[in-house]
T-cell receptor, first 114, second 116 residues
C-alpha cells in the first residue's frame, strides 16, 4: 500500500552543521508532500509542503524538493541551531479519490548540540 | 494565531471504561480529523469528519470509536470500552475546507491516553 519511509534517528549534529533527513514515498497518483515538526511537549506543526513534482517547499531555512523520479522529499537545512531540536515527520496526502488523510513516516528525532 | 486545542493533556483510565477526548478546532475550519500515535510508532489516521458526518475512517476506527461535533466549537472522540492497546497519543487536526490534497491540516498538542 501507500507509505512513507524516513531515515531512523536520532540524528545528532553540532550547531551550524548541515542537515539532511531522507524521506521516500510509495504512492499511486500524485500526492502532496509535507514535513511536520514536533517540538517537545507540543503538537505537530506544518514546516513546509509541496504539491507537485519539482516544487520546492521552504520555511525557517529548511527546504525540500518534490522529486517524482526518485519518489523522494528529503529535508535539508544548511546550518542547524539548537532550537531546531525536535522530531520531524514526513507525510503524504491525496492518494485516492475523495481522501485527504495524511500518511506519516515514523518520525526522525534531531538533536543539535552547541 | 488561531490554534487547535485539546483537553485533557493526559487521561488515565481503567480498561473497559469509556473516555471522551475533546478538541476545539480552528473556528472557521470545516474539516476535522483524529490521528493517534502509539509510543514509538507512526502517526496513524483514524477518522475525518465534514458536514456533520464521517467522510473517511481507517480500519482502526471500529465500533468502539465514535466522533461527534456536539456544538459549534467542540469535536470529540469517544472510545466506549477502552483496551490496553488504545494507549496512545491522540491528535486532533482541522483544515479550512478548500478540499483536496493541498489543504493544510493544523494539529493540536495531543491527549496522552493511558489505559491500565
Amino acid at each position: 500500500g501507500d507509505s512513507v519511509t524516513q531515515m531512523e534517528g536520532p540524528v545528532t549534529l553540532s550547531e551550524e552543521a548541515f542537515l539532511t533527513i531522507n524521506c521516500t514515498y510509495t504512492a499511486t497518483g500524485y500526492p502532496s508532500l509535507f514535513w511536520y515538526v514536533q517540538y517537545p511537549g507540543e503538537g505537530l506543526q506544518l514546516l513546509l509542503k509541496a504539491t507537485k513534482a519539482d516544487d520546492k517547499g521552504s520555511n525557517k531555512g529548511f527546504e525540500a524538493t518534490y522529486r517524482k523520479e526518485t519518489t523522494s522529499f528529503h529535508l535539508e537545512k544548511g546550518s542547524v541551531q539548537v532550537s531546531d531540536s525536535a522530531v520531524y515527520f514526513c507525510a503524504l496526502c491525496g492518494l485516492s479519490y475523495n481522501t485527504d488523510k495524511l500518511i506519516f513516516g515514523t518520525g526522525t528525532r534531531l538533536q543539535v548540540f552547541p | 494565531e488561531p490554534e487547535v486545542t485539546q483537553t485533557p493533556s493526559h487521561q488515565v483510565t481503567q480498561m473497559g471504561q469509556e473516555v471522551i477526548l475533546r478538541c476545539v478546532p480552528i473556528s472557521n475550519h470545516l474539516y476535522f480529523y483524529w490521528y493517534r500515535q502509539i509510543l514509538g510508532q507512526k502517526v496513524e489516521f483514524l477518522v475525518s469528519f465534514y458536514n456533520n458526518e464521517i467522510s473517511e475512517k481507517s480500519e482502526i476506527f471500529d465500533d468502539q470509536f465514535s466522533v461527534e461535533r456536539p456544538d459549534g466549537s467542540n469535536f470529540t472522540l469517544k472510545i466506549r470500552s477502552t483496551k490496553l492497546e488504545d494507549s496512545a497519543m491522540y491528535f486532533c487536526a482541522s483544515s479550512e475546507g478548500q478540499g483536496g490534497t493541498t489543504d493544510t491540516q493544523y494539529f493540536g498538542p495531543g491527549t496522552r491516553l493511558t489505559v491500565l
